[in-house]
């Protein structure tokens, strides 16, 4: 078992530029989470899929940011333009089940970084 | 409204003993889970332990356990003979439909 994979571990990018942070979820993992992690805010969920579908994305801070999941074994969270106050750890975590019983199993995390 | 409140100060113990760091949650839900993960400085989100709303023993895994007081709502993690290893950031989560975090302790274990 990988874990959940994600790709790249860190990013650098100009203001303006588009950025695609990747997951990979745990094989048979059938819930699927974008969290963002700042020291002012904690750790904030995104949004969620379950089998591949989005559930709730009310964590989107706006419009800039959209999440896919074209298939049960990759996601994309994509932030177009990015901006300074972007800049955090994005993690992806991914779950066996939707119950209050499952717990999540979380990837390395991006951490990004927009001058 | 906060559902997860983690409110001590950074917490600090010496090697070997014990440490308790503090849960509270609030929810209106009959089932959920609790969890408590690790944040090394490496930045890794580790899980720890869970704990049921319907268990009615303590959650125990190894040098971990979670002191589960329901009518208190209350989750506070347990950890035993503490190891400089286990200097890191505790985060206290629940899950009723989605996985709500605390802020999360800071926990220094002194030599």
């Known amino acids: 078992d990988a874990g959940v994979i994600q790709s790249p571990r860190h990013e650098v990018t100009e203001m303006g530029q588009e950025v695609t942070l990747r997951c990979k979820p745990i094989s048979g993992h059938n819930s699927l989470f974008w969290y963002r992690q700042t020291m002012m805010r904690g750790l904030e969920l995104l949004i969620y899929f379950n089998n591949n579908v989005p559930i709730d994305d009310s964590g989107m801070p706006e419009d800039r940011f959209s999440a896919k999941m074209p298939n049960a074994s990759f996601s994309t969270l994509k932030i177009q333009p990015s901006e300074p106050r972007d800049s955090a750890v994005y993690f992806c975590?991914?779950?066996?089940?939707?119950?209050?019983?499952?717990?999540?199993?979380f990837g390395s995390g991006t951490r990004l970084t927009v001058v | 409204a906060q559902k997860i409140t983690q409110t001590q100060p950074g917490m600090f113990v010496q090697e070997k003993e014990a440490v308790t760091l503090d849960c509270t949650y609030d929810?209106?839900?009959?089932?959920?889970?609790l969890f408590w993960y690790k944040q090394p400085s490496s930045g890794e989100m580790i899980f720890l332990i869970y704990q049921g709303s319907y268990d009615e023993q303590n959650a125990t895994e190894g040098r971990y356990s979670l002191n589960f007081q329901k009518a208190r709502k209350s989750a506070n993690l347990v950890i035993s003979a503490s190891q400089l290893g286990d200097s890191a950031m505790y985060f206290c989560a629940m899950r009723e439909g989605k996985l709500t975090f605390g802020k999360g302790i800071t926990l220094s274990v002194r030599p």
């Open positions: 929810t209106s839900d009959q089932s959920y889970g």
């Open positions: 975590a991914s779950s066996p089940g939707t119950g209050p019983y499952y717990g999540y199993t």
